[in-house]
């Protein structure tokens, strides 16, 4: 029998079977070897009735899903069939947390599972990075009463006796960090942390904005694709402490060029609408229209309907006054990516690590610097957000 989602009622403990029911939770996006490993494990060791991976409902963000049940249903299924657990009796994937459309406690998981197995002693499965945060879970009271914590020993968390009461599976297991992972998968890496067939399972679903990637590709030249990626990867390190969700920093980032290869006609015609400056700017310095064309083509071809995503494309090469974070941070990003190889840019970039608003400063001072040095026209929005950020130092 192959893990397969669990029907909405009716699984049982089989007929005559023997031990625990094991129930892991996470958010499984995506599964790597650390799951499996714990996983098979609990398996091992205790011999279950039942096993059922819950994968977590996910917070979409304004515009951007993050991937949806079926898909990590889909991933965990390859990750199962890697490790050799594909067929094994009584291990199943359930949608319940998936199917409430909201946050699901992990008492809730349990409550669920305690009418769905009435009688069978309940295991919650669970890593030491987990347990540490124990304190803070709800009805921890009905979670012990109604269930036994499963605990796995994960490098640098220890298992504290002090805490809950539970039970340690014999072994050590690897952690992976998912955002890592995540951010990887996101610049279309393949990642040492899944298994092979997880990362087959994920190009084949273009998940992880693999669609974006391959589209990008085709449309920008070798060049350009690489400054892309790398100016996606600087987004990505800086997103945590700029407070942007990778996903968005990712996006805006991948995309952020991607009129710039198109002919200037082109350009000028997808932005069309809503330039400021436009005339201007065509005659001027044409090569700033990517930047709003850019959007115009984000929402057009690639789909995107998040506003703060198509804010940042749009003024990432003038910038504005009043940029919001993800908008700074894609400013940032494309002056100071690996890929830009003169001094200026490597300074910014160092600066980045431990000051973004000074990095965001002295990018726009370079860049300024660098456009009234060849005597050219100057976008009223990069003298206006020159403007802004002075009055702020000085207020
Ligand atoms: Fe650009
Ligand atoms: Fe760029």
Redesign the pocket.
């Known amino acids: 029998m192959c893990p397969r989602r669990c029907p909405a009622k009716g699984a049982k403990t089989m007929p005559g079977a023997e031990g625990p029911v094991i129930i892991y939770g996470g958010s499984f996006d995506p599964p790597h070897r650390g799951h499996v490993a714990l996983a098979a494990a609990a398996l091992r060791q205790l011999r279950p009735a039942a096993f059922y991976f819950v994968p977590a409902f996910r917070t979409p963000f304004k515009d951007l899903g993050p991937v949806p049940f079926p898909d990590r249903a889909a991933l965990l299924r390859a990750a199962l069939a890697g490790a050799g657990l594909g067929g094994r009796r009584g291990v199943k994937i359930s949608s319940f947390e998936a199917d409430q459309g909201r946050v699901v406690y992990t008492w809730e998981t349990v409550a669920h599972f305690r009418k769905l197995h009435p009688g069978a002693p309940l295991r919650v499965l669970m890593g030491s990075d987990c347990l540490a945060g124990f304190s803070g879970w709800r009805r921890p009271d009905y979670l012990l009463k109604n269930s036994e914590l499963l605990v796995g020993l994960r490098p640098g968390y220890s298992i504290s006796r002090g805490g809950a009461p539970f039970r340690a599976l014999a072994g050590r297991f690897p952690e992976a960090d998912s955002t890592a992972v995540r951010a990887a998968l996101f610049l279309g890496r393949r990642p040492a942390q899944l298994q092979p067939g997880v990362l087959e399972a994920i190009e084949r679903r273009s998940l992880y904005l693999g669609l974006e990637r391959r589209l990008l590709k085709r449309a920008l030249t070798p060049a350009r694709y690489r400054?892309t990626l790398l100016?996606a990867e600087l987004a990505l390190e800086l997103a945590p402490a700029a407070g942007v969700p990778q996903q968005k920093a990712a996006l805006a980032a991948l995309l952020?060029?991607c009129a710039r290869d198109l002919p200037l006609s082109e350009q000028a015609r997808l932005c069309r609408r809503g330039t400021p400056r436009r005339a201007e700017m065509l005659r001027e310095a044409p090569v700033l229209a990517h930047a709003w064309a850019g959007a115009a083509l984000a929402e057009k071809k690639y789909g995107v309907k998040d506003p703060e995503v198509l804010d940042a494309i749009r003024v990432?090469a003038t910038g504005a006054p009043g940029m919001g974070p993800l908008a700074r941070l894609l400013y940032l990003s494309?002056f100071a990516n690996r890929g830009r190889g003169f001094r200026e840019a490597r300074l910014v970039r160092r600066l980045a690590f431990l000051d973004q608003d000074a990095a965001f400063r002295a990018a726009n001072y370079v860049k300024l610097v660098y456009t009234f040095s060849g005597g050219g026209w100057v976008h009223p929005l990069s003298v206006g957000l020159w403007n802004s950020l002075q009055e702020k130092k000085s207020g």
Request: aromatic share 0%; proline share 0%.
């Open positions: 400054h100016s952020h060029d990432h494309d």
